[in-house]
């Protein structure tokens, strides 16, 4: 690598913002012989560009020797972030590769068909004469050639491994904040009957320790191998043979990893063994006079995987930039990904965007923890319609947190008579509504969720969200609670308010841009105390200006649009989204949460997870 070509890598004409200083700090880091450099850089300061920058300063093919890596990866795990890397015109030498299932085949017979059920992998020895044009072919030729290879965190840990994409001089990942989380979700191993294609054919039994999940993981792997054969042994498949034989290949590699990672005594990785009950229709199908109790569906999941980081990160590239707006404590990063702090360099970018711009605003209506959310969530929708009257003729974003949320919210928000100015979406639609919602010039509030990170909302696209939960992870995941009891509490307040930063900056995203965030879910000001060391300064500011608007009184016909609520944003704001109106709609929120949580043992307030308990997603 050579750090002192970074500033003519820069791909922009100007600079903006602090992106000068930044170019130099991670310079001078790289000059200092730092083998990864951590770059902490606020959302919308071009993290992109300097990314580009630096993967331009690894080393070239004419200065290196045969046995030298040479070329860059630039990788996200975030597929919309690298959509964006792909049309940015500044980026055009990020050469993008995506996953076979991302192209469709151009023979005239196949052209609905994706590569990775065409005939070159339904038919053996097929010999495609239009492999060379072929989309995912060529893509991939170009980016396995070319300097810069782009593509998600997903494809890249994938390819570890590859002949064809193997280690280069210097690695670039953006958005690397949740690296540690994004592994964790990799490399854990689901079984059930979504997963194994012959999972009817199986009996399972109870998992009740690691060894025995172990050898029932070496037993299943030997079935799919044998299944696998069964299948290469045929000369034609049909796509549906094509997905069984890629995810039983897929499979075998995962409970290899498994098995040897948990006999490897020098692995630092711990793994976790979910189960699942046994479906009362297996149960009986399987009353054979058997004795060995019959389990259901297993997730193995590992904790802290630097084994699997390293050789699917680590071992990747010579040099390493890790960037994001929210690594907010260096050393915890480190530890989370198998790395030396000691030998790590943080370059803090500075926040150039004025604090004003981004005002924070306390409209809390109480806690949204399971005992307490049939309360506070019908006065989080009248809150909802006055800052729909505050701002009538500005689009909103809502981060609902979960579709549970996104339900209730959606049914208050269509009983107060202001359905037409709301926009939802499901798993499935979320990229078409989100699409719709941007492409509409109408002031719509749009009610999402899991969108906090990776979006992007410049000017008019938003102009003011609401927070409605805190995202405090979900205690029910066994890693979650294996980590809270080690008392790992720091860790757990600290990745909610990376999220809370991150959806901070969705509205916010230049620095003559403005956009404000309310905080409805009053367990946000007690993340604010509890993770208060971790924030930094620029977050802070924002904390420290926070204020209590004052709103219009609830009329919920001020708040389609016409104009009407303007003239009240700033007065008549008594109305603390209570009233009796609400009353009969909270009684139905009541009973329809009692039913489902019907069975749910209560939490002692003793205990800080009481306060946060949250297992919906």
């Known amino acids: ?117 065409a005939p070159c992998v339904r038919e053996r020895g097929y010999d495609c004469s239009v492999k060379h044009r072929c989309p995912y072919f060529s893509d991939r030729a170009i ?22 994409f193997r280690k280069r001089d210097v690695v670039v990942v953006d958005e690397a904040h949740g690296l540690a989380e994004w592994a964790e979700m990799y490399a854990t191993i689901q079984l059930g009957p979504r997963t194994v294609p012959f999972w009817d054919d199986l009996r399972v039994p109870e998992i009740d320790d690691l060894d025995r999940a172990v050898r029932y993981a070496e037993n299943l792997a030997q079935k799919c191998g044998r299944r696998k054969d069964d299948l290469l042994s045929q000369d034609t498949l049909s796509p549906a043979e094509v997905r069984e034989r890629d995810r039983l290949q897929e499979l075998i590699g995962e409970l290899d990893w498994f098995v040897s990672d948990y006999r490897d005594p020098q692995s630092p990785t711990t793994w976790l063994v979910d189960q699942s009950e046994r479906s009362q229709a297996r149960t009986s199908d399987d009353a054979d006079g058997d004795d060995d109790p019959a389990g259901g569906p297993l997730t193995i999941k590992p904790m802290n995987p630097e084994k699997y980081l390293q050789h699917t990160v680590w071992d990747r590239g010579n040099k390493f930039a890790l960037l994001s707006a929210t690594i907010l404590n260096k050393d915890a990063f480190c530890r989370q990904v198998g790395l030396t702090p000691e030998n790590v360099a943080l370059v803090d970018v500075e926040h150039t965007f004025p604090v004003e711009n981004r005002p924070l605003y306390d409209v809390t209506q109480g806690k949204m923890t399971y005992e307490q959310r049939d309360d506070t969530t019908p006065k989080i929708a009248r809150t909802i319609v006055r800052l729909m009257q505050r701002h009538p003729d500005e689009k909103g974003l809502v981060h609902a947190h979960s579709y549970d949320i996104q339900e209730r919210l959606a049914d208050f928000l269509s009983d107060f008579g202001v359905g037409d100015r709301i926009r939802t ?63 790992q509490w720091a860790w757990y307040y600290r990745t909610a308010l990376r999220t809370v930063i991150q959806a901070c900056g969705r509205v916010v995203r230049a620095p003559d841009d403005h956009g404000a965030t309310y905080l409805a879910d009053s367990s946000l000001l007690d993340l604010f105390d509890r993770a208060r060391t971790d924030m930094p300064d620029w977050f802070e500011a924002q904390v420290v200006r926070m204020e209590r608007p004052d709103l219009p009184a609830f009329r919920p016909e001020d708040a389609l649009g016409d104009g009407g609520g303007a003239s009240s944003a700033r007065g008549g704001g008594t109305d603390d989204a209570g009233g009796s109106e609400r009353g009969t709609r909270t009684e139905r929120s009541r009973t329809r949460s009692r039913s489902r949580r019907s069975g749910r043992s209560s939490n002692s307030n003793s205990s800080p997870v009481a306060d946060v308990w949250d297992t919906d997603g």
């Not at 070319?146 to 064809?164: D, K």
């Not at 509030?445 to 969200?465: I, P, T």
């Open 1 to 117: 690598m050579n750090p002192e070509r970074i500033f003519e890598e820069f791909p922009a004409p100007s600079y903006r913002g602090a992106q000068e200083q930044a170019l130099r700090d991670i310079q001078d880091a790289f000059a200092a012989g730092n083998d990864v450099v951590l770059v902490r850089a606020p959302t919308g300061s071009g993290k992109s560009l300097l990314a580009r920058a630096i993967a331009g300063c690894a080393r070239e093919i004419d200065d290196a020797d045969p046995s030298d890596a040479t070329g860059a990866y630039y990788t996200t795990p975030q597929v919309s972030q690298l959509d964006d890397v792909a049309a940015d015109d500044l980026l055009a030498d990020l050469n993008v590769i995506r996953g076979k299932s991302n192209y469709s085949c151009i023979l005239p017979d196949e052209r609905d068909t994706p590569v990775n059920q």
């Open 143 to 164: 980016a396995s050639n070319r300097n810069i290879a782009a593509m998600t965190l997903a494809y890249f840990m994938q390819t570890a491994g590859s002949e064809v």
């Open 425 to 487: 979406h499901d798993r499935d639609g979320r990229d078409a509504a989100l699409d719709g919602w941007k492409a509409s010039d109408d002031p719509d509030v749009f009610l999402s969720v899991k969108m906090e990170e990776a979006l992007d909302l410049k000017g008019d696209l938003c102009r003011w969200q609401v927070l409605c939960k805190a995202p405090f992870l979900n205690t029910g995941d066994s890693r979650v609670a294996h980590r809270l009891e080690e008392g």
